[in-house]
């Protein structure tokens, strides 16, 4: 008995030790990168092996052909200018938002920011709609317009439509990337900087810039590559006048069925992605981590002096306009289509209505489907990205960048090149996952990855290296050193991480259209649906259905919001 | 190490395998996004010859057809639905990708609706439709565009939508008819007398439809559209008038889909039977009312609001083949191009 439960305590401090020893983050880190290799690298790598080199289904098309020509150089011109504008307006709203959400206190302050997340979920269609009712040529802004007798304008078709709808997708993420890292600069900066005689513009300069820089640089490389890789917005805003080279891809690939032509242009934008990540990385090696560590003070707006608090008010009620009013046309047109009166829950009834169609999909089900989806792919994508964070901080810097390009590759690949490759790459016997679920989360997973690990390396760069030395040599295990300090200091970058890919596997079309099987749908396939049959009862259920999508993804983020301050105190 | 990587293989490959459908009596069927079914009847042909069913709708008819060409020998399903005549074009040796289906469908199925197919051995055709042009009642319902050659009129500057026919399917069938219309060499005159006439290019119908149709609260009231669209409005809208009205311009090019069995299918002889069904009676009589495009049996008896979806029947055929087709979409490419 009494050996026994030696024998068991042995046994069991072996097993703990064993556990405390094991470096779960080299083994995740290795995980995640052969993920990586094995859903982005090996398909995109058979598929150019199969249409250059093997397939006698595709003959008789020339390739690289179009990459010279004046088209193609202008298209590329387009693309890169546009994000680059993009980019900028994102900035300049994103930031003084950043900073209004994340050091200052006025109520509703929660609702809002989670608010400001809503623009990253919406289906580029039902932005399309949404835009249309406020800047067409009807629409409320020229009806304001006109109200005012000022002439009315038409962004139709413009640039401007499409960088507007850029700036509405894309300052979430500048806000809260931005604004997390912001939280955590100590108060005593602002006060000493002040003390001293600093003004406003020189507090800006000297303490915020070199803080931030590191998150604003992340930030804006995310947004780069979303914008850059802009698909459905071109398409459905541009009128046929705007290419973007991805727009250009899907052309080649489904229009013109010259696969060739299609991945050569496809190795054109990886290439020029990673040559833009390089540039990311060189001006990221001249930053000093910066590191900060400290507790989050909030001014209170009364606080404020007189002109300052007037400013944060006017740019909290344009940020809210900016991201209300798409919402809002979406909730007047679910109750207001199809209806003899003036408000009508019509839409809603039919949405539950069994038709007794195959093509039905119960709103339930979907939502069902999209969640379990969301939580799926934020779980794998949060705990691949924080330990392989953790893993690589501790290497080289050569070694960071190429794992750096390599985590966020998601977004440089064209979405149609990369859901066909894993299509014809996962097709054999047993490991056969064209219709299964399996592959649409790790989909989902990928294309979250990129948020969370440069989220994850933004917490842990900020942690000072003395305290990561210090806690090594007085012998703390590495994976202590990963849960006693990185994790409560990336807790709140990895939730924001978080948001950002329930954000994606709520919102996601694309690679859900093309990789689904039979049995599962989510919200914006659903909403698709609705809208490829005509009649108004379609058009009103798909609205419907947004406004479930906007409030569920409401409620979703306001509960993470919450939690990752409960955390927090 | 090595124990860990195992385990993970190891879970991997148990979730792999959970997740696959090994029973036998499951028929496949891919199929593009815009495909429906009653489902009472679907379950009927299940319970019936004792199969499950699956269908997997894998994104637009184009990348149906890509997904099919690229897995040629290697099939994802037993049958694929939505193979049209201009996809067929595009099919460079059918008897790679595609088995015979013997079966006895010249009887059933008119002779110029089966010469869509140069060889009907592989492919049965199960519907067809036209895409032309629809105008908004509410306000237009004195004197519509009739003909082609009226919407190149002032009249109508600025007030028609069009489709890009390197995205959209029903773009494509526009752009063929026009080309069926004015022939091979003054096609190219037309387009850009619409061009100058301030025509609007849309990436595809959902966004020509609900975005700019006046009828949907946009501000030009012709667009591209199918035949059929107006009989749809009547069913959903539950009127006896739908809001919208049809314009036959002139030839149109009728698209005819068809049904196949992908070749390396095991399961020959239940796909066999869901053809048949699909040209039962009871299948083609719920086309109109599920997926909006004409059945290929005559003499059905078909709902009364399919009144307004009208039978062309002046159908001219054009000979074209997947080089015709990249050599348009280019060319239409080059003169629309802003």
Redesign the interface.
Known sequence: MDSGMVKNNALLRGMLNFFLDYPIDKHIAMCGSLLLIIFIFVPFIQLIYLVFFSSSALEGNIYFSSLMNNYFLSRLWFTTYQAMISVGASLLIGLPAAYIFYRIDFPFKNILLTFATIPFILPVVVVGLAFKELFGTNGLINYILNFLHFSSINLQGTIWLIILAHVYYNIPIIIRIVGTHLQRIHQDYDDASSLLGAGNFRKLISIYFPLLISPILSSALLVFLFCFTSFGIVLILGNYRFDTIEVVIYRFTTGLFNLQEAMSISIFQIIFCVLVFALYSKMNSFIKSNSITTKTHFTKINELKFIKKMFVVVFILFICIFTFLPVGVLFFQAFTINSSNFITFQNFITLFTDTGNFSYISPINAICWSIVLAIFSSLFAAIISFFSASYIDRKSHKLKSLFGTLYVMPLMIPAITLSIGLIITFNKSFIDLRHSVVLLIIAHTLLAIPFLYYLSILAINSIPKDIKDACLLLGCNRNKVSYKIYLPIARNYILTGIIFSFGISLGEFGSASMLRGSNFYTIPLAIYQFLSHPGSINLGNAFALSVLLVMISFIIFYVIEKFKLSIFS | ?CK??LT?LFCF?V???G??NNSKSVL?MLTH????????I?DDFSKKNNLKV???????A??V???V????G?P?ADLIFGIDNIAYK????ID??FIPHELEITDIISRNILNEFNDHSYLVPIDYGFVNINYDQALYNINPPASYDDLILNKWNGKFIVL????SSPG?QFLISTILHFGEDRWQDYWKALKKNDV????????G????FSH????RPLVV??TT??A??A???NLTDPP?KNIIPGKLFRQVESVGILKGSRNIVNAKKFIKFMLSDKFQKQIPE?M?VYPVRENLKLPIWWQHAPQITDISKIEFN??DL?RW??EWSKI???
């Not at chain 2, 609007?200 to 966004?207: A, R």
């Open positions: 190490m860990f990587i993970i490959s979730t792999l395998v997740c696959q496949t996004d815009s495909f429906d079914i009653k489902q009472d679907l699956e269908i997997i709708k894998a994104g637009d184009n990348q057809l890509t997904r060409l690229l897995n040629a290697n994802e595009r099919i460079e040796k790679e990708l890009d026919p390197s995205m494509l609007l290019i849309v990436d595809g119908w959902e966004t439809y609900y975005t700019h949907n609260g946009g501000n559209s199918y669209s107006p749809a409005e069913f959903f809208g919208t599920t909006f997947n080089q990249q979409i280019v629309m191009r802003y």
